[in-house]
């Protein structure tokens, strides 16, 4: 069982909830993914008040963990004044970090980061950070108070796959027991069982479902995707070897000659 | 009284943060908001005074990754 900051979960799946042909799709892409973590965001509201609280509404009535981002923030303090007003209206501590360094990659500003998770673990937030996979900024983040990790394997909404397997086998083998989630870069299923294989602990998947032709079929695709690559790590799986070996006994067989 | 409102010049008569929202029928029950860059929570926003010249973020949830 998935244990993030004391909650026990079931699925090894989160999912975002932007770009969504329509609301209902958005609803059974969720359903059909089993998630218990959705991700949302806060943004201006326009005269009137009542745009977020549709989409709210419809969050609410699935009765998942919601998980707030700081999407678009550059800067500390943009992340931590978000943060606050997340924890402010969506009555949780949880808050995924985002400090974007660039623009291009949406690769995040790790040294703002590290600050920003700082300042949010002292005042009492439960932080996932979205951060690279580099190894010592990983440490940073739990020594100021992180006990999640959240790497990209690609740049967000890229749907790239993992480019440095190196990296990522190296944060699984460093934090043994730091629940490690990827949450950027995926595109297909066969991407998710490839980090579930290497020993991650779940995945944060947005585009990849939310653009595919079928939304709900594509979220279906990765929960079971996700499943069978946890369940092949569990397992223990083969040691690749340079050279055959036979599977069938060579003893006992038939000589002709 | 001149103020930034989510970026978007107002000019209003409220006097707190809490008639603002009322005057410019922001209604909705799931609101967030800041006003010069400090959150100010939602029990805070009635004895939240308003001057010339602030800035108001009033923020919702949305859809997100």
Redesign the interface.
Not at chain 1, 16 to 20: D, E, F, I, K, P
Not at chain 1, 39 to 46: D, P
């Given at each position: 069982m998935l244990k993030l900051y004391s909650t026990e979960l079931s699925s090894r799946v989160l999912l975002?909830?932007?770009?969504?042909p329509s609301p209902a799709i958005?609803m059974d892409a969720i359903k059909a993914s089993g998630t218990e973590i959705v991700?949302?965001?806060?943004?201006?509201?326009?005269?009137?008040?009542?745009?977020?609280?549709k989409?709210?509404s419809l969050?609410r009535s699935l009765g998942t963990y919601v998980l707030?981002?700081t999407?678009g923030c550059h800067t500390v303090?943009e992340a931590v004044?978000?943060a606050?007003?997340?924890r402010?209206?969506?009555a949780t501590d949880w808050i995924k970090l985002e400090v974007i360094g660039n623009h291009d990659t949406l690769q995040p500003d790790v040294f703002a980061l590290v600050e920003a998770a700082r300042i949010l673990s002292d005042d009492g937030f439960k932080v996932f950070p979205y951060t690279t996979d580099d190894l010592i900024v990983a440490e940073r983040l739990l020594e100021v108070g992180c006990e999640v990790l959240m790497p990209w394997c690609a740049p967000?909404?890229s749907g790239l796959g993992p480019l440095n397997l190196h990296a990522l086998r190296s944060l699984r083998g460093n934090f043994p027991d730091i629940p490690l989630i990827i949450d950027a870069g995926l595109g297909r299923p066969s991407h998710a069982a490839t980090v579930m294989e290497l020993g991650f602990d779940a995945i944060l998947l947005?585009?990849a479902v939310a653009k595919a032709g079928d939304p709900v079929a594509m979220a279906r695709a990765f929960a079971k995707a996700v499943d069978a690559g946890h369940a092949a790590f569990q397992a223990g799986m083969l040691e690749p070897r340079d050279v055959a070996v036979p599977s069938t006994p060579v003893i006992g067989r038939a000589v002709f000659t | 009284m001149k103020l930034l409102v989510n970026g978007q010049p107002h000019d209003v008569v409220a006097q707190s943060l809490d008639a603002l929202l009322a005057e410019l029928e922001f209604d909705g029950e799931w609101l967030a908001t800041a006003l010069n860059g400090e959150l100010v929570r939602s029990p805070e926003r009635q004895a939240c005074r308003l001057n010339e010249g602030d800035k108001v973020e009033i923020l919702t949830p949305r859809q997100g990754g």
């Open positions: 975002g909830t932007a770009q969504y958005l991700t949302v965001s806060l943004r201006r509201e326009m005269a009137g008040g009542k745009s977020g609280d989409f709210w969050i707030p981002n999407a303090k004044l978000t606050q007003m997340a402010d209206v969506f967000i909404g947005n585009t | -």
